[in-house]
């Protein structure tokens, strides 16, 4: 008898996907073989307001990174000589009166992979001057056992990025991977997302050498895996990206890019400068949201901002820069967020706005429900969705959806072929209906689907006004 798999690939069906049982998201086309009225959709989390110190006064500065480290959040706050902060519950940080001695830019990592507890947390910081040496200067490791107290370890790039370099252990890989700056000199999109991937961090990072010795990395040394196109605006680039891995779903890598759309005299004469008749590198600065599912390749659901400028008057408007790093406390998933208050280079965009926000600039907090960024939607007129054919491990069905209390979903389970399963029909399902992160799916009274495991079938969803989040098989 044929292995299942080569009797599949015998008959021209797609050969299924292995999703064993760990959590599937809808953040791109993946398990969406076919759809009627049902869209992706980017879901902007919730702003919780500005974080404060114990005396009531917004913290201020460039978020290096957020760590949670055993229940402890720690958020490392500014460009230079960082502070920590720490939180148990991700929205209220003191002050720890500790910070990361020297450096441009100092962005913490805390490793997974490492065996040695005395390098448990790694950090890169820049090193830069007048003329850039690049002898000397450039992006430089360092390692710690607590996060705090760091040891140099040396110079891994001679390379000056003006840019966080973001790490994290990649276990698809089993390589580290480093997200950073590299340039493109001849466009004005210069800003784009570069990519590097090493087998160890504290040793020279591969890249591409070059004639040209400037001191950003640029399209030449490093490849870029991110940068505005042709469908955004011509004269914008991308700032910060704070990219990585998703922690709590199986396949999926998140970046969180500031897309930074540049002003000019002739386009922007109103814009207020901070120096009477100076023009320097003015615009607004807007989170958006990209997927993908190896790292490398990125895409955007939609070309909405993820984290909303501010209004006029309120502390976050105009410009907004995402930090790398998440918390996840119960079913709500926190993440940080800096803003000046004003354009980029500290210019007012009208005069009528320079004094109009009681407060300008702090750090923000936002909170999203668990693996809510992107979701499959079919609105009040109702839609469908049909994944290509899985194979699954374990005895329940599980679902991350919203129908609120207007909406209602329904699953029918099919063979690779299409032909609805006896049994797991759309008829013998059970209505789910309401919010859940965690909903098992019910056909007449059983959801044992333990009798299908390790066998293609593909997943149908009829919903309507409801956003699906994500699936999952689980052993009870």
């Not at 002898?135 to 990025?161: E, I």
């Not at 640029?218 to 196109?229: G, K, M, N, Q, R």
């Not at 209906?433 to 689907?449: E, H, M, R």
């Amino acid at each position: 008898m044929l292995p299942c798999l080569l009797v599949i690939a015998a008959a021209g069906l797609p050969a299924p996907i292995d999703v064993g049982g760990r959590k599937q998201l809808f953040v791109d086309d993946k398990f969406l073989a076919a759809r009627h009225r049902v869209d992706l959709r980017v879901n902007p989390p919730q702003k919780l307001g500005p974080l404060k110190d114990a005396d009531g006064k917004p913290f201020r500065g460039h978020v290096a990174r957020v760590i949670d480290d055993g229940g402890t959040a720690r958020l490392y706050l500014g460009h230079k000589n960082a502070e920590v902060l720490e939180s148990a519950d991700g929205r209220t940080f003191r002050r720890t009166g500790r910070t990361l001695a020297g450096g441009l830019f100092p962005t913490p990592f805390l490793d997974p992979h490492d065996p040695d507890p005395a390098r448990r947390y790694k950090l890169f910081h820049l090193e830069f001057g007048d003329p850039f040496d690049p002898a000397k200067h450039g992006v430089y490791a360092s390692t710690s056992a607590d996060g705090v107290t760091f040891t140099k370890a040396g110079r891994v790039l001679p390379y000056f990025p003006d840019n966080p370099t973001i790490a994290h252990w990649d276990g698809r890989l089993n390589k580290y991977v480093v997200y950073t700056r590299a340039f493109d000199y001849g466009s004005e999109n210069q800003r784009r997302v570069g990519r590097i991937e090493t087998d160890d961090l504290l040793k020279p990072w591969p890249y591409a050498r070059a004639d040209d010795r400037r001191p950003f990395p640029s399209i030449a040394t490093l490849p870029v895996v991110y940068s505005a196109d042709r469908e955004d605006d011509p004269h914008s680039d991308v700032y910060y990206s704070a990219a990585g891995p998703y922690p709590w779903a199986d396949g999926v890598y998140l970046m969180f890019p500031a897309h930074f759309r540049h002003f000019s005299p002739n386009r922007h004469a109103f814009v207020v400068p901070p120096a009477p008749g100076r023009w320097e590198d003015f615009g607004p600065l807007e989170v958006q949201l990209a997927v993908s599912r190896d790292g490398v390749a990125w895409t955007r659901p939609e070309r909405t901002a993820y984290i909303p400028p501010g209004l006029a008057d309120e502390w976050d408007r105009w410009y907004a820069v995402a930090a790398p790093g998440f918390v996840r406390r119960g079913n709500y998933v926190y993440q940080y967020y800096y803003s000046s208050g004003r354009l980029h280079d500290s210019a007012v965009l009208r005069p009528e706005y320079a004094k109009a926000a009681g407060v300008e600039g702090g750090v923000g907090v936002v909170r999203q429900r668990l693996d809510g960024y992107v979701s499959a939607d079919a609105d009040h007129t109702g839609g469908w969705l049909t994944t290509p054919p899985v194979v699954f491990a374990g005895t329940r069905m599980r679902l991350n959806v919203d129908t609120g209390s207007a909406g209602a979903l329904f699953v029918e389970l099919q063979d690779a072929g299409g032909t609805p399963i006896p049994g797991f029909a759309l008829a013998d399902c059970e209505e789910v209906g309401g919010n859940f992160v965690d909903q098992c799916v019910y056909w007449k009274g059983t959801a044992d689907v333990s009798a299908l495991a390790g066998k293609p079938v593909r997943i149908h969803v009829r919903m309507k006004r409801a956003k699906l989040f994500a699936f999952q098989f689980t052993k009870g």
